[in-house]
Nanobody
Framework: QVQLVESGGGLVQPGGSLRLSCAGA????????MSWYRQPPGKERELVAT????????NYAESVKGRFTISRDNAKNTVYLQMNSLKFEDTAVYYC?????????????WGQGTQVTVSS
């Protein structure tokens, strides 16, 4: 059974840091491009960061560049999102997303989400 389980969310003050983790199971984690998305209250889900395989290149939303870092540990089937200098507007439910394309077929999975609240 495929699973993506996020953890590490919580309440943090502006300027603080959090590290989100997403553990995958039931699929070949190392062959999937991994991304983090977020959905702020009352808004649509948006892409935050992507770590592409096989080259390991990363891409970030403009709003988080220089503050967030995506990384992965294939030995642990885990992707991380280090979030520094958090702002009120970073408040959202954060989701991890796994995607792999094989010929015409796209395989993709979502985690259940973890809440991040930035508040003083």
């Amino acid at each position: 059974q495929v699973q993506l389980v996020e953890s590490g969310g919580g309440l943090v003050q502006p300027g603080g840091s959090l590290r989100l983790s997403c553990a995958g199971a039931g699929f070949t984690f190392s062959t999937y491009t991994m991304s983090w998305y977020r959905q702020p209250p009352g808004k649509e889900r948006e892409l935050v960061a992507t770590l592409t395989i096989p080259d390991g290149s990363t891409n970030y939303a403009e709003s988080v560049k220089g503050r967030f870092t995506i990384s992965r540990d294939n030995a642990k089937n885990t992707v991380y999102l280090q979030m520094n200098s958090l702002k009120f507007e970073d408040t959202a439910v954060y989701y991890c997303y796994a995607r792999r394309k094989s010929g015409p077929t796209v395989y993709n999975y979502w985690g259940q989400g973890t809440q991040v609240t930035v508040s003083s």
